[in-house]
């Protein structure tokens, strides 16, 4: 008595948000009806098992259906095959690309290829996740990257009119595909506290402030006019090259022994770490720069975070400065920076501070 | 009179990769038509080429306009080899040629493959230039409209009804042609797609000129069907029912009806029909095959035929005996005199429609089917379908005396069907019998104020359709007569079927149900003429079966009366299936259903009592809670007026002693007898002998099986009803949210031996089973009812039972609104008759005080009740049932808003906003949309760019909240898909959906290109589909039709408060 066959097509396509939330998580059918049976409201209608599994398996290839439509969400708009409200529509590209911070977290920095690919039964054992909602968060990662890898013009921007997707989603993966890109090392273990929010934030710095896109209206027109890609996706190569003029504010003494002073006139009485900000000034101080005059290197660049951690994270906080003391500090230490006669690099060294110190304050937890 | 062709390929977009090599594809278009083919230049290596062809003219017959359709092929240009082909997209040219239709076809077409499926889309341009525009229409049947709708269309006024249409034409089926062997599936199967849409074409032309000759200019409740004979062809038939329609244009709306003596006193649509009305012509009249060579052939072949007619009954109410052939009694009333008169000029007195403008029907006798099994043999020449002619001939007369057996003239609701397995063939024919008001099928009938002749009716309209219209001395089978429990002057039967849609004027009391009985019966495998003589022995035992269960599973119901009633008998090598649906209500005019008796077995077995009283109390619990469900509140006119409740008792055992009538053989265990409800009982004296009670015997197996699956229909889930008519009784504001579907569902029998108790278990459990997951699937529109629910099954294989459901499930408001009044009105017109909907605002607004006069005099006619005005709110009786339960919801209400003013205002205006953001939701281009209309014009692909229309589908004629202002053509589509990779697009279940959603994508689509937003009384006519998993091949095909329609939201006019709330409760539909 085998039912050979079951279908129900609904002129408008009939999706459960929850039974889509089950096949993004990578459920069976067989263990997605057994979450549903037990789920509120099951009894009401009396269903039986049979009943929500053919409900399950119906809606589950509905999806899979959809799922070459959600590869290319544009074509999902002006297809003729699925009749989807709008608002499902986007319901249903939004949490198509959603993915688990977790996960993120695993990869983000990686290269996006077969050999990570590969490692994802890794992940998804150590993370919890279905080795099929991995694959498809990955490849989601991969598509957008590729399609965005080509196109001129802002990113944000661009993934979200090529994935429809929400604005916080979008930055989500403007930020993937940053770290992609430009492989910062995120999975060492002094950087395992951080979340993948942390990062997204500090990629939304870097990618508003140091890449070729960040450099205003003028430099934009010169950009375009010269065909140059990824502006958004790699860092400003000629502000890289100026940050080594900011090596003089550590070789040249005097210049270090002025701006400790000034900084130091301003922090006195407002801390109570004022002892070990002073202590520390020179060496807090050299660490930021050196980390600046490195930045030429792709290999250094990878390493961005973790210096920020190793070089100056980590030595506050085992000074245990409070997140309003290094929020001070490092306010005062930009900030003095401009009183200095010989320090001709006001610029670059505004551009440099004003992200290291929002990458920082969101990297500092208490 | 010919015409000019024009087609423009404009673009594509979505298009599959050809060359894999590039990624991309050389796309060209070739434009057919008739003989002549055209071709674009090819657009090189693009997924979204953009043609912007020159204009395609086409010089051509308007024969052929109305025959052929326009063909499109996609291909790929490829240097070396040949070219290969994309897919195709036939566009049904015929909506053209109507002047009211559409006036450009222009859109998104998908492009289809019968292997691939759907492969991206076209952009395609047709418009027609017919020539000489002054006697546009007299020499064809171009400007024949053509309507699904089995009822007036709602922009149209019926000047008079013609009547009956038929014809068909037959071919070889090219799939069994010797050339099939040698060429591609892909080529056969657009072989046979191409010679259907050409075989409809024709005979959408050929009964267009039927209507012509009738006098008529549209044909309404249009039923095209296909049967795939096989070996012997195959045949497309089609009935319908011919009408003089005058459109109702928006202005004249308001109008027509207040002053039907401003319309033009002769339409000059009417005037041909004189002529032809007369002419034998008018009927069946064959111009193309008069060789008499060839007749003569096919009358030699008849006689060699196998053909059996099967003995078919006639179900009109209690009557399951023979159709004992007794012509009826002298007639009652002039009036069916003239009716008669004019109904027996036409050869078949039959009508498709299933509603009828109000006055329209007179008296209802009850169904009349029958049935033929027959020998198919091959069909040696396409142009001589005689013998099909005939055999649908024979079954229409039968039909015809059945009708008069019933002291009826006419039949309405009339369908005809077919089930083939190998050469073995059921014809069916079903319909209601009934005496109709002539004054439509005369000439300007209506022109004479008809409103003026309402009154003249001798029966309240309300009641007049159940009354008797045979005579009661003369009864056609055993029936019980009671006076009518509303006027209590005509007699009424105590159980009514029907195969048409509740008549709107009708007064019921609670909801509706929708009732099916099922059964499986086995039988042996042969071959030829044994076979077809075995079948034709299962049918009317079948047909016995399937009419105890309705009438077991009605009783339980505690209902009188079915709607709607469709019986399905479908042959397979080894069994027969058989399914009657149908709607169930409560008449108020009917008498109160008895209760169901279990009488167990002579023997004083103890164990065997007590079982039968378990059962007896699980029945009377099952009424009790089905009387609750459905909110039957039987009315107590009778309950208070004992006298006369006796009078007619005597009365009625006299007939019964004294009918001249033999009862026909009945089997014992059915006893039925004078029924009223519980209510009554203990008032009666039940000394009498008479039970009162429907009474079962469990003395045998099928007994058994009759309760089993009188108690295992599970009842809907709250919030949930269903009904397979057009509208739900009991259920009247609507939202805006509905969902059309369509669910198959195939069983495959693993047991060898199966006996019939356990197949008939497999079947009922396999449609309840189905039916609970459509309550489950579309739970998220509760409160809602599902309509039209029609249920098709098949045996396409030895071991197979496919089942194939398409619906529609729409939401109401559960709670009562004040505007209700006024909603109910414009709801009842807006679902059956234009006349009635030009006055929605004059009828809310007074409705509740004529229904407290009506109320009145109705207390003076009945002197008993007028006396105990302290029960004068359990009122719920007579011909103003309905009116009177809304008065006092009226009052009701009134207290209600009293207590809690300043709600109810603010509740108004929160629907107010409701509508307008759902009216914002259908907008051309909703919000969201333009979000990727932006996103498609900067990736610089999707070519055109603009959004898809949202095309509502529903089996219904009408849609709520709406206002269809616009027909614009048939819809009649003939699918093939096939697969050589059947694993590979995830087993049958992948690929029936992916078909199902395609055809679906292609109808909107076409109906977007007319310029629709809408497809109405759409069905799903074949679904028929085999498989082959060993060789990992499957192959469906699909037919399906409706009417392309316009709507607007009755909100999108000037926001007239009464008529808001049907559209608001915006609840965009299922999701």
């Known amino acids: 008595m085998a039912v050979e066959l079951d279908v129900f097509v609904g002129n408008t396509t009939i999706m459960d948000e929850e039974v889509y939330q089950l096949w993004l998580d990578g459920y069976t059918v067989n263990d997605a009806v057994k979450v549903r049976m037990v789920s509120e409201g099951m009894e009401e209608y009396e269903a039986s098992a049979e009943v929500v599994m053919s409900d399950t398996m119906d809606q589950y290839r509905t999806f899979q259906m959809c799922e070459r439509l959600l590869h290319n969400p544009t074509k999902l708009a002006n297809q003729l095959l699925f009749q989807i409200p709008p608002h499902r529509q986007a319901m249903l590209i939004e949490r198509y690309y959603t993915f688990d911070d977790v996960f993120v977290r695993e990869v983000l920095g990686k290269k996006l290829s077969k050999g990570t690919k590969k490692d994802l039964d890794d992940v998804s054992s150590k993370t919890g996740i279905t080795l099929k909602s991995c694959r498809r968060q990955f490849d989601n990662f991969k598509r957008v990257f590729k399609v965005v890898e080509e196109l001129k013009g802002p990113l944000v921007e661009n993934i979200r009119q090529n994935f429809i997707l929400s604005d916080k989603l979008a930055r989500d993966y403007a930020a993937i595909v940053f770290f992609a890109n430009n492989r910062f090392e995120t999975g060492k273990r002094k950087l395992q506290y951080l979340t993948f929010q942390d990062f997204a934030f500090c990629a939304g710095q870097l990618i508003k402030n140091w890449t070729v896109g960040a450099v205003g209206e003028s430099v934009f027109l010169y950009v375009l006019d010269n065909m140059v890609e990824d502006m958004d996706v790699d860092l400003d190569k000629e502000f890289l090259q100026d940050l080594k003029e900011l090596k003089i504010l550590i070789t040249d003494k005097d210049l270090l022994d002025q701006h400790k002073s000034l900084v130091c006139t301003a922090l006195r009485g407002k801390t109570k770490v004022y002892t070990e900000m002073e202590t520390n000034f020179k060496n807090l101080s050299r660490g930021l720069v050196n980390i600046a005059a490195k930045l030429t290197n792709t290999k250094d660049v990878r390493d961005f975070f973790i210096d920020l951690v190793e070089k100056f994270i980590e030595p506050c906080r085992s000074d245990r400065w409070a997140s309003a003391d290094m929020r001070l500090y490092l306010t005062h230490y930009t900030n003095s920076a401009h009183l200095l006669d010989t320090f001709k690099y006001q610029v670059v060294w505004d551009r440099y501070m004003g992200v290291i110190k929002s990458c920082i304050f969101k990297m500092y937890h208490d | ?1071």
């Open chain 2, 1 to 1071: 009179m010919p015409g000019k062709l024009k087609a423009k390929i404009v673009a594509g977009r979505h298009l599959p990769v050809m060359d894999r090599a590039s990624d991309l594809t050389d796309a060209f278009v070739e434009v057919k038509f008739g003989n002549t083919t055209f071709k674009t230049d090819v657009y090189p290596k693009c997924l979204n080429p953009q043609w912007n062809s020159e204009w395609f003219k086409f010089e051509v017959d308007d024969e052929d306009l109305q025959d052929e359709p326009l063909q499109i092929t996609v291909l790929d240009h490829d240097t070396y080899s040949a070219n290969d082909a994309i897919g195709k997209v036939y566009i049904d040219i015929d909506p053209l040629l109507c002047s009211e239709a559409a006036s450009v076809i222009s859109g998104w077409f998908p492009i289809y493959d019968t292997i691939h499926g759907i492969r991206g889309e076209i952009n395609v341009l047709v418009k027609v230039d017919l020539f000489n525009d002054l006697n546009r229409f007299r020499q064809s049947s171009c400007g024949v409209k053509f309507f699904c709708t089995t009822s007036i269309p709602l922009c149209y006024r019926a000047a008079m009804v013609h009547g009956f249409v038929e014809e068909l034409v037959v071919n070889e089926d090219p799939e069994y042609q010797w050339i099939d062997r040698i060429r591609t599936p892909r080529a056969s199967n657009e072989a046979r797609q191409r010679l259907i849409s050409l075989m409809s074409g024709e005979l959408q032309r050929k009964i267009g000129l039927k209507v012509l000759e009738m006098g008529g200019n549209a044909v309404v409740g249009y039923l095209q069907c296909f049967d795939l004979e096989g070996e012997s062809g195959i045949v497309v038939r089609a009935i319908g029912t011919a009408c003089t329609l005058d459109k109702l244009s928006a202005g004249a709306n308001a109008n027509a009806y207040t002053h039907p003596n401003t319309a033009p006193a002769s339409n000059a649509c009417n005037s041909p029909s004189k002529d032809s009305k007369e002419s034998p012509l008018a009927h069946g009249c064959r111009s193309t095959h008069n060789s008499p060579v060839h007749s003569t052939c096919s009358a030699q072949r008849l006689s060699q035929n196998f053909s059996v007619s099967v003995p078919t009954l006639i179900f009109a109410g209690m009557g399951s005996g023979g159709s004992v052939g007794k012509e009826a009694g002298p007639l009652k009333m002039l009036l069916r005199q003239q009716t008669q008169t004019a109904l027996e000029q036409r050869e078949f007195p039959f009508f498709t429609l299933t509603c009828f403008p109000p006055g329209f029907l007179v008296h209802v006798g009850g169904v009349v089917s029958a049935r033929s099994v027959k020998l198919l043999d091959r069909i040696h020449n396409p142009d001589e379908p005689e013998t099909r002619d005939a055999w649908w001939e024979e079954i229409r007369q039968e039909i015809k005396s059945h009708a008069k057996a019933l002291g009826c003239h006419a039949v309405v609701g009339y369908s005809e069907s077919t089930s083939i397995c190998e050469e073995v063939c059921i014809l069916s024919a079903a319909g209601t019998a009934a005496i109709l008001n002539p004054r439509y099928m005369r000439e300007g009938c209506l022109d004479i104020g008809s409103g003026d002749h309402r009154f003249d009716e001798p029966s309240p309209p309300s009641c007049g359709f159940c009354h008797i219209p045979y005579d009661e001395l003369n009864m056609p089978f055993p029936a019980q007569l009671t006076y009518c429990y509303q006027c209590r002057r005509q007699k009424v039967p105590d159980v009514l079927f029907t195969t048409i849609d509740l008549p709107t004027e009708a007064a019921v009391s609670g909801k509706g149900c929708l009732i099916q009985a099922r059964l499986c019966r086995l039988k042996k495998k042969a071959q030829g003429e044994v076979n077809a003589t075995s079948i034709s022995n299962l049918l009317p035992f079948m047909e016995y079966e399937l009419h105890t269960q309705l009438m077991n599973k009605l009783k339980l119901r505690s209902m009188n009366a079915l709607f709607g009633l469709r019986i399905q008998i479908s042959i397979g090598e080894n069994m027969l299936l058989g399914l009657a649906s149908a709607t169930g209500v409560y008449l108020s005019a009917l008498p109160t259903p008895g209760g169901i008796q279990i009488a167990g077995k002579a023997s004083g077995d103890l164990s065997n009592e007590q079982h039968v009283l378990s059962i007896q109390k699980r029945i009377n619990d099952a009424m009790a809670k089905n009387k609750e469900m459905y909110h039957i509140n039987p009315p107590k006119l009778f309950a208070l007026d004992p006298e006369v409740f006796h009078g007619i008792n005597m009365e009625l055992s006299e007939e019964a002693a004294g009918s001249p009538i033999p009862e026909p053989k009945q089997r014992s265990r059915l006893f039925r007898s004078q029924s009223e409800s519980s209510d009554e009982l203990s008032e009666l004296d039940l000394s009498h002998g008479k039970k009162d009670a429907f009474v079962l015997e469990i003395d045998d197996t099928d007994a058994v099986e009759d309760i089993h699956s009188l108690l295992t229909d599970a009842p809907p889930p709250a919030g949930f009803y269903s009904c397979n008519t057009e509208v739900m009784p009991g259920v009247y504001n609507w939202t805006s949210g509905l969902q059309m579907f369509t669910s198959v569902r195939v069983l495959r029998l693993s047991n060898a031996n199966l006996t019939n108790q356990s197949l008939n278990k497999i079947f009922t459990d396999m449609c309840e089973n189905l039916l609970k997951s459509l309550y489950f699937k579309l739970r998220s529109m509760i409160p809602c009812c599902l309509c039209h629910v029609n249920f098709t099954v098949a045996v396409p294989e030895d071991e197979l039972i496919q089942v194939a459901v398409t619906a529609v499930a729409m939401s109401f408001d559960k709670e009562p609104i004040l505007e209700k009044l006024g909603d109910r009105a414009v709801f009842k017109g807006a679902g059956e008759n234009e006349d009635q909907l030009q006055f929605p605002m004059e009828l809310c607004a007074e409705s509740a005080s004529v229904a407290i006069s009506n109320l009145t005099a109705k207390f003076t006619g009945v002197p008993e009740y007028a006396g105990g005005p302290s029960r004068a709110t359990s009122v719920d009786y007579g011909s103003f049932a309905d009116r009177c339960s809304t008065w006092l919801e009226l009052i009701r209400l009134k207290a209600h808003t009293i207590r809690r003013g300043s709600v109810k205002t603010s509740r108004r205006t929160q629907s107010l906003a409701r509508s307008v953001s759902s009216s914002e939701r259908c907008s051309p281009l909703p919000e969201g949309r333009s979000r990727s209309l932006r996103s498609t014009r900067s990736s610089g692909g999707g070519g055109g760019g603009t959004a898809v229309t949202v095309v509502k589908m529903t089996p219904l004629s009408f849609l709520p909240g709406t206002r269809l202002i616009k027909y614009l053509g048939i819809i009649n589509m003939f699918f093939i898909r096939e697969t050589t990779s059947l694993r590979e697009e995830g087993g049958v279940s992948g690929f029936l959906h992916t078909f199902i959603a395609e055809v679906f994508a292609m109808v909107r689509a076409h109906v977007a290109a007319l310029g629709g937003n809408a497809v109405v009384s759409y069905s799903m006519k074949e679904c028929v589909f085999m498989e082959n998993p060993n060789k990992n091949q499957a192959q469906c095909l699909i037919n399906v039709s409706g009417d392309a329609v316009v709507f607007v939201r009755d909100t999108d006019q000037e926001a007239t408060p009464t008529l808001i709330h049907t559209s608001c409760g915006g609840t965009d539909g299922p999701t």
